[in-house]
């Protein structure tokens, strides 16, 4: 938690960039994060978890894995930066996940996400600390650790050094002309 907040106060203090929001959900055996914040932010804080992940067995997070970086969102899930630990996540039925594609289970992340910030967003005015009510207010809300391990093993999501890889390199559309055999004359020497 003070590793997390120290990366946000750096990246606000070094290049005035949007403040982060979010939830950090600290499970027994993972950590589950939503960042949200402008592009050159998340930048800096994967390429932060990037550096993390090469520092070998000694780092402080290993196995780190990106799920999803969405651009121009119009409003933020969550007011705050929120901190919560699931103490006991609710489960999912035996081999529920394994039955379905990862595009589902993300969607189903996703959605769960969506239904904890508007929970949040309700008992924000009702509480005085809403990070301790978040997994005692809404258990059923929390992203079960069996769908956390599922996608952390799911080929589709990326290390945040191949995230940076995919995201850095330039895309090379195939042309039309260069999908055509024979090549046409005017192209060939």
């Given at each position: 938690?003070?590793?997390?907040?120290?990366?946000?106060?750096?990246?606000?203090e070094?290049?005035?960039?949007?403040?982060?929001?979010?939830?950090?959900l600290?499970?027994?055996?993972?950590?589950?994060?939503?960042?949200?914040?402008?592009?050159?932010?998340?930048?800096?804080?994967?390429q932060?978890?990037?550096?993390?992940?090469?520092?070998?067995?000694?780092?402080?997070?290993?196995?780190?894995?990106?799920?999803v970086?969405?651009?121009?969102?119009?409003?933020?899930?969550?007011?705050?930066?929120?901190?919560?630990?699931?103490?006991?996540?609710?489960?999912?039925?035996?081999?529920?996940?394994?039955l379905?594609?990862?595009?589902?289970?993300v969607?189903?992340?996703?959605?769960?996400?969506?239904?904890?910030?508007?929970?949040?967003?309700?008992?924000?005015?009702?509480?005085?600390?809403?990070?301790?009510?978040?997994?005692?207010?809404?258990?059923?809300?929390?992203?079960?650790?069996?769908?956390?391990?599922?996608l952390y093993?799911?080929?589709?999501?990326?290390?945040?050094?191949?995230?940076?890889?995919i995201?850095?390199?330039?895309?090379q559309?195939a042309?039309?002309?260069?999908?055509?055999w024979?090549v046409?004359s005017?192209?060939?020497?």
């Open positions: 938690m003070c590793y997390h907040r120290g990366l946000f106060e750096n990246a606000l070094d290049h005035s960039r949007e403040q982060v929001s979010g939830l950090l600290l499970y027994s055996s993972c950590i589950f994060h939503v960042v949200e914040s402008c592009s050159s932010t998340i930048h800096l804080i994967i932060d978890l990037a550096s993390l992940q090469n520092q070998g067995h000694g780092a402080l997070l290993q196995e780190i894995k990106v799920l970086v969405a651009h121009n969102i119009p409003t933020r899930l969550f007011p705050d930066w929120y901190v919560a630990t699931a103490t006991s996540p609710m489960t999912c039925p035996q081999g529920s996940t394994q379905q594609s990862t595009a589902e289970v969607a189903e992340c996703l959605t769960l996400l969506l239904k904890l910030a508007a929970h949040i967003q309700s008992s924000e005015d009702d509480s005085e600390d809403t990070n301790e009510s978040i997994h005692t207010l809404a258990p059923e809300l929390l992203i079960p650790a069996e769908t956390i391990n599922y093993n799911a080929e589709e999501c990326a290390s945040p050094e191949d995230f940076l890889r995201y850095l390199s330039p895309s559309p042309l039309d002309s260069e999908t055509v024979p046409p005017h192209l060939s020497p």
